[in-house]
């Protein structure tokens, strides 16, 4: 088994919403992204996909995008992103989702000795755009990871590797400690893996260790449109 993630695959659910408008690197992104991972995916593979999955506003209209990544190789964890309008109950997206896709939402899951914990995240205090309202889903947010990694305490025997999964950074622009990377750091986690930055934001982006975390920004032109491979063999004593 081989751990890939991929965030912001921004699919058009529809709505006609195309993605070249943000850089020619952006024509044609889904097809890169699907003939990517049919030339490295395997079936025994697992595939994180980190938020902003379909532009969709309504899940039936995100539908044939959600049939789409269920037809892709392996087992596929989904993740909320904040473009994600489309997301409901977990019990209403089981219902009609292809079988290969699990819905990670505050939970956890563990596969072959490795733990995954995640949840969608939100901006961070003393981020440029954080606001007095954003303080409160922050909050949520944290509570969400602590619980997902909560969950993982009794099993501790169970699993060799942990990787938090995340649609927004785990930190501000800065790189300041925060609840998402106290939780980390606190249960060691040996990976990070996030999305939601484009563009210019990609450079300046926490990527590579930080503690006992390796960090993997994710978004789909942060790894040109093919997932990244999360190393398991990299671990920090």
């Known amino acids: 088994m081989r751990i890939f993630a991929i965030g912001d695959l921004h699919l058009e659910g529809g709505t006609g919403k195309t993605m070249e408008r943000f850089g020619e690197n952006w024509r044609n992104h889904d097809e ?7 030339q490295l995916g395997r ?5 994180l996909i980190v938020g902003d999955s379909s532009w969709a506003l309504r899940l039936h209209e995100a539908q044939p995008d959600l049939d789409r990544i269920g037809r892709m190789k392996g087992l596929k964890l989904l993740f909320k992103g904040n473009h994600d309008y489309w997301w409901q109950s977990v019990a209403k997206m089981a219902a009609v989702l292809h079988p290969s896709i699990n819905i990670m939402q505050g939970n956890s899951l563990i596969i ?3 733990a995954i914990a995640g949840t969608r995240g939100w901006l ?5 755009y954080f606001e007095p309202a954003d ?4 909050q949520r947010e944290v509570q969400r990871l602590k619980t997902a990694l909560d969950s993982l305490q009794e099993h501790q025997a169970d699993f060799d590797f942990l990787i938090v999964a995340l649609h927004y950074p785990p ?15 606190a249960h060691q986690a040996n990976a990070c893996v996030y999305g939601h930055l484009h ?13 006992t975390t390796f960090h993997y920004l994710v978004s789909a032109d942060a790894v040109d449109f093919a997932p990244a491979e999360i190393d398991l063999s990299r671990k920090k004593a």
């Open 171 to 185: 930190t501000n622009m800065l790189h300041h400690s925060s609840g998402f990377t106290d939780l980390m750091d």
């Open 124 to 128: 961070c205090p003393n981020d440029a």
């Open 43 to 47: 079936d025994d593979d697992v595939l």
């Open 135 to 138: 303080e409160k889903i922050y």
């Open 32 to 38: 890169k992204i699907f003939q990517a991972w049919e």
């Open 199 to 211: 563009g210019e934001s990609i450079k300046t982006a926490l990527t590579g260790w930080r503690g």
């Open 112 to 114: 072959n000795r490795v």
